[in-house]
């Protein structure tokens, strides 16, 4: 049994052809905005083309079309040979001496006693 599809036509359902899906038509996109302010002149617009058009008029241009609110991706830290190399010497000299290795045993039970209560609350 093959798969039909139907579109609402002038107030009727009509079974769309295999040769009407593959038409192809231009992408249109709407003149409004949801009442953006300018960066630069703080006036709000409502009108994409009066945007573009007062933003060239001021010098200015449009780049890119990413979300100005959203911040970027943390960046991931790279562990190269040298941070490799001084944690460990920092390692080595913690447990080589005593006080500084009881030193860090307290403060890794504060963190952690201060992670359970953070993670409690």
């Avoid at 905005?33 to 933003?55: A, W």
């Avoid at 941070?83 to 860090?104: G, H, N, T, W, Y």
Wanted: aromatic share 8%; net charge positive; glycine share 4%.
């Amino acid at each position: 049994m093959a798969r039909q599809l139907f579109a609402w036509r002038n107030g009727k359902f009509c079974e769309v052809t295999p040769e009407a899906r593959e038409q192809v038509s231009p992408f249109v996109q709407s003149d409004e905005l949801p009442n953006l302010r300018h960066p630069v002149n703080g006036k709000r617009y409502t009108s994409r083309r009066q945007y573009e058009k007062d933003t060239v008029a001021m010098g200015c241009r449009i780049v890119g079309n990413d979300w100005v609110g959203q911040p970027p991706p943390p960046k991931k830290e790279v562990l190269t040979e040298k941070m490799f190399v001084d944690a460990m010497e920092q390692a080595e000299a913690i447990c080589s001496d005593p006080s500084k290795l009881r030193a860090q045993r307290e403060e890794n039970l504060e963190r952690l006693a201060r992670q359970r209560r953070y993670s409690n609350e």
